[in-house]
Each structure stands twice: as structure tokens, then as C-alpha cells.
């Protein structure tokens, strides 16, 4: 899955780069932990959603659903038709296999978040398959299976032109994700501000996707290096490892709200970019005999939305495009536009 965008207004893309290159070590050679070794990637595909810094949506209740998207490629923007808009964030967000009326959901979301930006563009890499891409890319990808997928998208792009997700009239903010934790997360817990149709539901289909559960080792040299990038004193950290994390609190989604980390305390969130973790639904496990410490995730992606492989299981339960998205965005409904 390759799923991300930034509202800037904006939309950045959801690719976590791992923040441990060229970190210098300066704790005293007692703890062990004077390796200048770099730790690996953590993320070895792209990240599967986009990650928002969201503002309150504008209350544009008067808006065209048929006109043209703007989007900010790479720096560059450019005007797309829906078709085209549809069709390629479909194609970066998920296998083009799937049932249809989860790809009819993401294909709505998309196009309702685009419309809630109020004429600011969407952010994408076409180059990347990141956030949009065109037909170009496309056929290069798929090789010999252009024709086949394109038209499949093409004929579903046709269906969902006319279905805006609203809530109290305006286009929403209808951002997804790859996986939840089990429950999709709150806003405010994510971007701190608080949006009435992204409060959070259960999701329990998440648990059987693939990758929802994930381990990642570090070495405690590795850790140390990202804690002093976090901000904290060589002098702050103990010589034993095993008391550099404390107990996370959970909110009430299964996401870490807080950390407690050689005696500051950190938002979950921060740490997961921090270490380029799957999630913010986390445990930290010291392992004495190795000296590293294990980082086990739930859930791909910041959680707040629609759960994309969520989607997918309700589409092959036989829930409609409409069921799916009015699950995940409490509140909100699917308008139907004649053109």
C-alpha cells in the first residue's frame, strides 16, 4: 500500500525519514554506547497514508463538485480533471484489485478532502506515486496490466465524480490511513485540533490486515543517539538503559498520548517520528542480553479517518461506498451530485 498528503492550507506527505544519520554519540565510553553506526531504515516501503497538519475546514457550502482539482505536484501546480484526480489517487492508495466500493470510498474521501481545502492545492508526488499520480506513471508501473487497471479505475472514477462526503453541508476533510490500532484515532490527538466527524471508531477488521503487528530492534547505542536529537542532556540520560523509557499512557483508541523518557515526557506522536515507528500504538521492550530495545506497533499510518484495509474488509463483507465512509466519519453523509 502506498497511501499519504498535507493540508498547508496543507498536505505533506506521510514519509517518515529515519532520523539517525550522522547523530554524534557523547556519552562516556562506560555505557557502551560509542558505535557511530547508523541504524537502519525502519520503513522499507513507502508510508501507506497521507499525514495532514490539519486546520478547521472552511465553511464553503457552495462549491463545485465537477470542477477541475488543483494540485501542488512536487512544487509545481497544476489543474487535473476529477477523472483524472480520482483515478490517480486511487491508483497511489490502493491495489487496484480490491473490491470496488472500497476504492469507490477512497476515491470519494479524496475528492471530499480536496474540495475541503477551499481552493488551496493538493499536495502529491506524481514522480513517487505519492498522494496523486497521472496515467503516464501509471503505465509504466503496471507494464501490461496498464489498460486492464486503468479502465477498471476509470469506469469506478465515472461512478464516484457525483458523491461528495459532507458534513453540515461542506466537503470534509476526509482523511484515511493504512491500518488502525483496532480504533481510529481523534484528531486532537494527532493535530490538536478537534473535528466533530473524526472522533474515532471502532475498527476491528484491522487486527487481520496484513503488517498489523510489527517489531523493530534497536541497539541502545541507536536509541541514545535519537534522545539526544530529541532534545535531551548527555548528562539526563542513566548509564542503564533499562530505565531510559518509562510506562506509555494510552488514549482511548490504544495510541501512546504519552511517554515518559529519562524523566521528560513526550507525546506519542513525537516519538513515533522520532524513531520512524508504523504508528503511534506502541510498547518499548528493553532486552537486557542484547543491549537494544524492541519497538512492537499496531496499526500503519497517524490512524485518524478512514482505515483503508478496514474498507477493504467491510467491501468484502458487502458494505456500499456510503456505509464505509459514514462509519468512519461519524456524522458526515455522502451527497449526490447530478453534475
Not at 487496484?96 to 470519494?108: E, H
Request: glycine share 8%; with cysteine; aromatic share 10%.
Amino acid at each position: 500500500m502506498k497511501k499519504t498528503f498535507r493540508r498547508a492550507v496543507v498536505f505533506g506527505l506521510l514519509a517518515l525519514a529515519a532520523p539517525f544519520a550522522a547523530l554524534p554519540l557523547t556519552k562516556p565510553a562506560a555505557t557502551d554506547l560509542q558505535s557511530t553506526t547508523p541504524p537502519p531504515e525502519v520503513l522499507p516501503e513507502p508510508a501507506a497514508t497521507p499525514l495532514p497538519v490539519y486546520t478547521a475546514a472552511p465553511i464553503q457550502r457552495n462549491f463545485n463538485a465537477s470542477a477541475p482539482i488543483l494540485i501542488c505536484d512536487d512544487g509545481e501546480n497544476a489543474s487535473v480533471s476529477v477523472q483524472d484526480f480520482l483515478i490517480g489517487t486511487a491508483a497511489c492508495e490502493l491495489p487496484p484489485d480490491w473490491p470496488d466500493d472500497a476504492i469507490l470510498a477512497q476515491m470519494v474521501a479524496a475528492h471530499s478532502y480536496a474540495l475541503s481545502l477551499g481552493g488551496a492545492a493538493f499536495s502529491c508526488n506524481s514522480a513517487q506515486c505519492a498522494g496523486w499520480t497521472s496515467a503516464e506513471v501509471l503505465r509504466v508501473r503496471w507494464g501490461g496490466d496498464f489498460a486492464t487497471y486503468y479502465s477498471g479505475l476509470a469506469a469506478l472514477a465515472d461512478e464516484a465524480a457525483g458523491a461528495v462526503l459532507c458534513w453540515e453541508g461542506s466537503p470534509a476533510a476526509a482523511c484515511y490511513h493504512s491500518i488502525s490500532a483496532g480504533q481510529t484515532e481523534a484528531s486532537q490527538n494527532v493535530w490538536l485540533t478537534a473535528v466533530p466527524y473524526l472522533q474515532g471508531v471502532s475498527s476491528p477488521w484491522d487486527a487481520d490486515a496484513p503488517g498489523f503487528e510489527t517489531a523493530v530492534t534497536y541497539s541502545a547505542e541507536q536509541v541514545y543517539s535519537v534522545l539526544l536529537a530529541l532534545g535531551l542532556d548527555a548528562d539526563e540520560i542513566p548509564n542503564a538503559p533499562a530505565g531510559w523509557f518509562g510506562e506509555g499512557v494510552l488514549d482511548s483508541a490504544g495510541y501512546v498520548a504519552q511517554m515518559p523518557v529519562c524523566g521528560q515526557v513526550f507525546t506519542g506522536t513525537r516519538l513515533r517520528s522520532a524513531f520512524s515507528l508504523r504508528s503511534a500504538a506502541f510498547t518499548v521492550a528493553y532486552d537486557a542480553g542484547e543491549n537494544a530495545f524492541v519497538f512492537t506497533t499496531h496499526g500503519y499510518g497517524h490512524g485518524v479517518g478512514m482505515s483503508q484495509y478496514g474498507a477493504n474488509a467491510m467491501a468484502k463483507e458487502g458494505y456500499s461506498c456510503e456505509e464505509i465512509l459514514e462509519h468512519y466519519f461519524t456524522g458526515a453523509q455522502v451527497v449526490q451530485w447530478a453534475g
